[in-house]
Nanobody, 116 residues
């Protein structure tokens, strides 16, 4: 599976972005998808997940502002970020994992920069 993340950019605080993660090479529907971010000088952190059954989880720091979703017909996942804050500045990565843990794929990351 290859993952292509896109949709990042430079946005003013208070704005919004919708990131996409397109998968190719294997059916997308049976995998859980997660979005992670890594800010300069910080560890990569998990911000949201959506299972194959469409259950979602969010890090406390992003609840209410981040919306994770997926379109299995398009083999694409999304992360919508609302009310962007400067502290959301990071490289955002998508990840697909199988239930068994045997398969684990990462996208290349997309940069989000929020100016105050």
């Amino acid at each position: 599976v290859q993952l292509q993340a896109s949709g990042g950019g430079m946005v003013e605080a208070g704005g919004s972005l919708k990131l996409s993660c397109a998968a190719s090479g294997r059916s997308f529907s049976s995998y859980a998808m997660g979005w992670y971010r890594q800010a300069p000088g910080r560890q990569r952190e998990l911000v949201a997940t959506v299972t194959s059954g469409l259950s979602t989880t969010y890090a406390d720091s992003v609840k209410g502002r981040f919306i994770i979703s997926r379109d299995n017909a398009k083999n694409t996942g999304y992360l919508e970020i609302l009310s962007l804050k400067p502290e959301d500045t990071a490289v955002y990565y998508c990840r697909l994992t199988s239930l068994s843990g045997d398969y684990d794929y990462w996208g290349q990351g997309t940069q989000v920069t929020v100016s105050s």
